[in-house]
């Protein structure tokens, strides 16, 4: 089947900020809110997100008397950042190219002890998130206002996945999408509350307003998520399931979609395994379903090296057959020093046999 290699290219270049990634979490039996101001993960870091960036992640940590850098700006206002750009070779288009991808400041102000106002400003796709998280009720719940990512499955910081993007909706053209609605794009503004029943059980429901424009009615979407963790031994487990239900433009159409997907990983010291599935009723189409997964294997080769293989699955109508989409990433994630990444990618797309459409990227991302 013929596959479309450019739009997946231009898809590389939209990736957004590093956010909570799952493996990191399972690996240590953390939760998003035990490294991230954010209670869902992402943007600005807590003191101990930026501990781990700095002493635990990288091959390399600094003395602290040559490290003068600090994210607290004063007692109660802290800053950070992340910035990402990517060397690419396509092999259809025989050509490659350096582009810039994003470049995110965040700013988090601690109004009280309970209470946080956090922004963020892509100044590379001019993206801009903003608002407050209240963890005024009992174990840490929460209660969040403002413009916001729902939060939907597994979070992880490659859009490319189809459960989170694929390839950025760029077939639209020729009548088919490649992805879910969860891009780098996505922002809602509304209300989300996020409910710790245990230190380990969080169900989140968010009610908003998309704002990206022409592609959604002003009809307000709706998103529900829950996860469970549970540590046997050494081993940490995750398992949940996710809703989301939205109203979606297509040229003269509107679709009332809704999405139910399920998720699952395992993590111990040096290994991490997670998977994501996803279907989508009246999403490409109305009476059409729509099928998404995600499955990533990742192991610490050494400290600061990362060796990870990801699967990713996309079936925009699953009544039609040879109409999908797959493909596999090796990669290398190695961080030399604090705050640097270096992560060369090789991406095989699944096709009819003799297709040569295969890419490389190489991205740097640095962050605080």
Request: proline share 3%; with cysteine.
């Amino acid at each position: 089947m013929k596959r479309f290699i450019l739009s997946l290219a231009l898809g590389f270049f939209l990736i957004t900020e590093i956010t909570a990634l799952p493996r990191f979490a399972l690996r240590q039996g953390d939760r998003c809110i035990d490294c991230h101001v954010n209670p869902t993960g992402g943007i600005v870091r807590n003191e101990n997100g930026f501990y781990f960036g700095k002493n635990v992640l990288s091959l390399i940590s600094p003395r602290e008397k040559d490290f003068a850098l600090s994210p607290a700006i004063t007692e109660n206002l802290t800053v950070g950042f992340d910035y990402r750009t990517q060397f690419l070779y396509s092999q259809e288009k025989d050509r490659s190219d350096f582009q810039d991808m994003s470049g995110s400041i965040y700013l988090n102000a601690s109004v009280s002890e309970k209470i946080d106002v956090i922004t963020r400003y892509d100044f590379v796709q001019s993206i801009w998130e903003g608002y407050a998280v209240a963890r005024i009720f009992p174990n840490n719940s929460y209660i969040k206002a403002g413009s916001f990512v729902p939060y939907y499955g597994i979070r992880i910081d490659d859009h490319t996945a189809y459960t989170k993007g694929g390839d950025f909706g760029l077939l639209f053209s020729l009548g088919r999408i490649q992805g879910m609605i969860y891009n780098p794009f996505y922002i809602e503004t509304g209300i989300e509350i996020g409910a710790y029943f245990t230190d380990d059980i969080l169900m989140t429901a968010s009610i908003g307003k998309p704002k990206s424009g022409a592609l959604f009615s002003s009809d307000p979407s709706f998103t529900m998520r829950f996860e469970a963790g549970r540590k046997i031994g050494n081993v940490n487990l995750l398992a949940g399931a996710s809703f989301a239900a939205f109203e979606r433009k297509i040229l003269s159409s509107s679709l009332r979609s809704k999405m139910y997907g399920g998720f699952a990983g395992v993590g111990v010291k040096y290994f991490s395994l997670t998977g994501e599935y996803d279907i989508a009723k009246d999403y490409a189409a109305n009476g059409i379903n729509s099928r998404a997964a995600m499955i990533e294997a990742a192991y610490k080769i050494y400290v600061g090296v990362d060796a990870v293989l990801r699967y990713d699955y996309f079936d925009y109508d699953d009544s039609t057959p040879d109409n999908e989409f797959e493909h596999i990433i090796l990669g290398i994630e190695f961080f030399p020093y604090s705050f640097v990444e270096v992560r060369p990618q090789y991406r095989i797309n699944l096709e009819s046999e003799g297709s040569n459409n295969n890419a490389f990227v190489l991205q740097f991302h640095f962050w605080y």
